[in-house]
């Protein structure tokens, strides 16, 4: 007879410790240790390793581990996992739908309902439920027809596993509750249980008599008490000592399972971006009150995959790195629904949106602006479903149709008066035919790449396919460590489905067929994405209820997350209660509540946070568990605070951002020593500010800081005093900061080493260069994707090679009429013109390795003069600006710079404008000595007024509505119009 140890107590009473304690007394190959599932033996496991040291990890094992290893040890049978299973269950349902079995019409109608994948896998799900919560035969005597169908299933299912000599992890219950397999041992550890299903009790029965010495937890308490009464009737029958263990847990502990608990705190907040800056806020400051990143754990229930972003976009902003350790599902990855896309297409009717996504993601071949084309050619159009060899055809006559076009167009641009004849659009229409001889190239490339899946019939075949596929993928551009898991278990599910189809000797399948089968497969698949060392750790619920840490953030505590489960899909709950003889969806509940408090109570401080209402003012209702929490820990919900005030400058950006509308809080004006919207500007006292002001006065000045001050002195504070980063919109166009790099590197570079005279030897090979140049410095600054690159790259060559034809190369103005482009050309002294040639790029000062003295009357300036140009009487300054003129002033300080470090007279200043393709504020000598005077003194006012810490808006409608902190000033109306003040 077994002796037999229960440590039966409380939650966090110490069980497991008292386990491991026994545990440690006994040879390590003489012990298995059962848990019921996986991170809960991982956990047991680690927990060992830490108190004893040397374990026999192989030891520690699930129960499904092992019985399936004990029956396979034991017989010559194969185990079906959820894969197999499902294969076989669609087999059936397929044989029950289109075969003439002698079936009732009314079951044949039952299983075209549920021939669809989803429903497919909920009504395994079922037969599982069926095989582990009732009795052998019990679900025999079936009442309607629905009952009827599923008992055929299973009879036709429990003879396939015959057939193919199959079995799954209920049969293996049963085999050793059975005594079929001969199990033995000397000493058994049990835990992690907070049930039995009436076939583990048999199984544990028989497990349990074979043993020399058991030693087994159970939990008391009032939620555990239905469950522990299953573990509790398991032992009946054997002799075994009780001992009782006492709750050692925290306080949040105490309040979750007994009542009258601390450490929890609910709030909730208006919407979800609300919630999600406040905990990524609060976090922050606890970081910068000491705590560690990993003291900290943020649990989400939602599988929204949106909220998981948007909260670590926040942490991202507050510059905290942050691991996501949940489960991804597969088809989330965008790399996993890249290698899903040609089966897609090919089974679809080779839809016009996906083709072009399977261009794009390279699978056709280089072709950088195969987009263009596709617009162009308007091969979006069509018939939404056509055959492999219809969409071929129907593209490839579009192609030729629209190079039809582009001949004529060619023939009708070079047939007009010579005077009028436009050569950049001829230059563009022969460009583009180039464009459509490449994109028929890559047409047939893509429809011979899906040709492969168009024939494709053994399995064999298409396991093949998709290993070329992610061979070519993976090498062809670089793969986060999250693709790359991905991918690992992609890789694993394609050859585990053509094993399984072996293994049922199905050889060949349509391709139709085959995406059936791999959606069903992969809809719910998931990986394990990447997890950095220095992080804050982002859970799902069930991987955080193994994860102790000191702080736990619940997020999105609402309904519909807390509780979760889905319900049974055949049977109502009044239908499940007759056939299983529980209620199945209130034990559901339980199990997800379970899940919660388990999580909940391995932390010593928690924060539950929720929003109330949708983006769209749609009111959302909170967990049902909130009122059980409220009264366990006699708390109240309380409205969200308001972001904690890590310094001065950031608990202003706060109030501005919460104060739009005009509402004043004279609380926080007063305590920080400020009247934002009587007076409409900040004056900083403290000295640490004031410190921090004069210290940017003692750098040397930028023209553009010195004139963003001039424009708007609170701009200017918004910048530069408080540091806001700006917002960057992921969007078709590049930000001021990346066009003017691109602008100036190019124009440098095209007219620094081939010249002016070169640019135009170039003739119709000028595009081409340019584009080339473009896109060298493009790649440098943006991180646009494919298509939305080639636009741009477009749009820039575009853009440039318009700017170096009109000003640059144009030659074409009378040297006896005034013009900006004869003055940016020629200078003229006693009627004898003098040509400017470029003669100095990028001449920086004040910077580091500068070598030119850039201090002007005792202030020290820096920057960069974007040209300047050579004659034999002096230089001329020009400074490039992508669209509009700058500030006159801008050309003076530039001049007097280059005057003094250079001796040279400067002659001329111009700003050339690359988008207008024009040269503007062209100033002469005198006009530029002129302005100089005007300058020193409103730097010197800029200085003097920075350093003391006042910032007073310069505000009106048109300079604020374009302004980056618009959003953010005070400076607002209710209306949204901004006034200049009188």
Not at 802 to 813: A, G, P, Q, S, T
């Amino acid at each position: 007879m077994s002796e037999i140890k229960l440590f039966i107590g409380p939650p966090l009473s110490g069980k497991t410790d008292a386990l491991i304690e026994e545990l440690s007394k006994v040879d390590p190959f003489e012990y298995i240790f059962i848990g019921s599932q996986g991170e809960f033996v991982k956990f047991a496991g680690n927990l060992a390793a830490q108190k004893i040291g040397a374990i026999n990890r192989s030891a520690f094992k699930t129960i499904d581990q092992f019985a399936v290893y004990n029956v396979k040890k034991a017989k010559n049978i194969i185990f079906a996992d959820k894969a197999l299973k499902l294969s076989i269950l669609t087999s059936v349902i397929e044989e029950m739908t289109s075969r003439n079995l002698d079936l009732p019409k009314e079951i044949q109608n039952e299983a075209k309902i549920v021939k669809h994948r989803s429903t497919v896998e909920k009504l395994l799900s079922l037969i599982d439920d069926i095989k582990t919560y009732m009795k052998e035969e019990e679900f025999k005597s079936a009442d309607t027809m629905r009952d009827l169908f599923i008992v055929d299933v299973m009879d036709k299912m429990k003879a396939a596993f015959e057939k193919y000599h199959l079995f799954d992890s209920y049969d293996a219950y049963k085999m050793i509750a059975d005594r079929e397999i001969e199990i033995s041992g000397k000493y058994l550890f049990i835990d992690g249980f907070y049930d039995f299903t009436p076939i583990v009790s048999e199984f544990f029965k028989t497990v349990i008599s074979r043993f020399d010495k058991v030693f087994i937890t159970a939990t008391e308490g009032e939620i555990f008490q239905k469950g522990t009464s299953t573990i509790l009737n398991t032992l009946e029958g054997f002799k075994y000592e009780k001992i009782h263990t006492k709750f050692k847990g925290s306080e949040i502990a105490r309040g979750l399972f007994f009542g009258s608990g601390n450490g929890l705190k609910i709030y909730e907040f208006e919407k979800a971006t609300d919630e999600i800056e406040w905990v990524a806020g609060d976090v922050k400051q606890m970081l910068m009150d000491g705590k560690q990143l990993g003291d900290f754990e943020i649990v989400v229930k939602s599988e929204n995959n949106d909220y998981i972003k948007k909260l670590q976009d926040k942490f991202e902003e507050y510059s905290i790195s942050t691991s996501y350790l949940g489960h991804k599902r597969m088809l989330q990855n965008t790399v996993i629904q890249q290698l899903m896309l040609p089966l897609r297409v090919v089974t679809g009717g080779y839809p016009q949106d996906l083709l072009i996504s399977l261009v794009m993601a390279g699978f056709a071949g280089v072709h950088s602006e195969f987009d263009l084309i596709y617009d162009l050619a308007h091969l979006r159009r069509g018939p939404l479903r056509l055959s492999h060899s219809g969409r071929l055809k129907n593209w490839m006559e579009r192609l030729d149709s629209f190079e039809k076009y582009l001949s004529k167009k060619a023939v009708l641009l070079s047939n007009e008066r010579e005077d009028l004849i436009d050569k950049s659009a001829l230059e563009e229409v022969k460009r583009i035919e180039k464009l459509v001889v490449l994109a028929k190239d890559t047409v047939k490339n893509l429809f011979d790449f899906l040709k492969d899946f168009e024939k494709a019939s053994k399995i064999s075949a298409y396991s093949e396919i998709f290993e070329g596929m992610i061979n070519k993928l993976t090498t062809s551009k670089k793969m986060s460590t999250d693709d790359l898991n991905a991918i690992a278990e992609f890789r694993t599910l394609i050859f585990e489905m053509e094993n399984i189809f072996n293994f049922m000797g199905i050889k060949e399948m349509d391709n139709s067929e085959y995406r059936y089968y791999i959606e069903m497969q992969i809809k719910d698949e998931t990986y394990t994405p990447e997890e950095k060392a220095d992080a804050v750790r982002i859970s799902d619920l069930l991987t955080s209820r193994f994860n102790h840490v000191p702080i736990k953030i619940f997020v999105d505590f609402t309904d519909g997350n807390y509780p979760s489960f889905q319900p049974n899909y055949f049977y109502n709950s009044v239908e499940e209660e007759k056939h299983f003889g529980t209620n199945r969806m209130m034990k559901r509940l339980l199990d997800d509540r379970l899940d919660l408090y388990t999580a909940t109570s391995h932390a010593g401080e928690v924060y539950m946070t929720m929003p109330i209402s949708t983006q769209e003012g749609v009111r959302i209702l909170p967990s049902l568990y909130l009122s059980e929490l409220e009264s366990n820990f006699n708390i109240l919900k309380e409205r969200g605070p308001l972001l904690p005030p890590m310094s001065v400058q950031e608990s202003i950006i706060t109030y501005a951002k919460s104060s739009q509308s005009g509402v004043v809080n004279k609380e926080f004006e007063h305590e920080y020593g400020l009247d934002l919207f009587k007076r409409r500007k900040v004056i900083l006292e403290d000295e640490e500010n004031l410190d921090f002001c004069d210290g940017l006065a003692k750098k040397p000045v930028s023209f553009y800081k010195f004139s963003t001050y001039d424009q708007c002195p609170m701009r200017y504070f918004f910048s530069y005093v408080m540091e806001i980063p700006q917002t960057i919109k992921y969007d078709l166009d590049l930000d001021s900061l990346e066009l003017g790099t691109v602008y100036h590197n190019v124009l440098r570079k095209l007219i620094s080493e081939i010249g002016r005279e070169g640019l135009r030897r170039l003739n119709t090979e000028l595009r081409s260069k340019i584009a080339e140049t473009v896109k060298a410095e493009l790649e440098k600054v943006s991180f646009f994707e494919m298509a939305i690159f080639e636009i741009n790259l477009l749009k820039l060559t575009d853009t440039i090679f318009n700017y170096l034809c009109k000003v640059e190369l144009n030659e074409d103005f009378d040297l006896k009429k005034r013009s900006n482009i004869k003055d940016y050309k020629i200078y003229m002294e006693n009627k004898e013109g003098q040509p400017f040639v470029p003669y100095k790029f990028e001449l920086g000062f004040g910077m580091k390795n500068s070598e030119i003295d850039s201090d002007i009357n005792g202030i020290k300036f820096v920057g960069r003069i974007d040209r300047v140009d050579l004659c034999n009487s002096g230089v001329m300054i020009v400074d490039y600006k992508s669209k509009n003129a700058g500030d006159k002033q801008q050309l003076a300080l530039y001049s007097m710079i280059y005057e003094k470090a250079f001796d040279q007279p400067v002659l001329r200043a111009v700003f050339s404008t690359i988008e207008n393709a024009e040269v503007k504020n062209v100033m002469n000598r005198e006009k530029i000595l002129e302005i100089e005077d005007e300058l020193i003194s409103g730097v010197n006012s800029f200085l003097e007024s920075s350093k003391s810490g006042e910032f007073t808006p310069k505000a009106c409608k048109d300079t604020c509505r374009i302004c980056d902190f618009n959003e953010t000033c005070f400076v607002r109306w209710p209306d949204g119009t901004f006034k200049c003040p009188k």
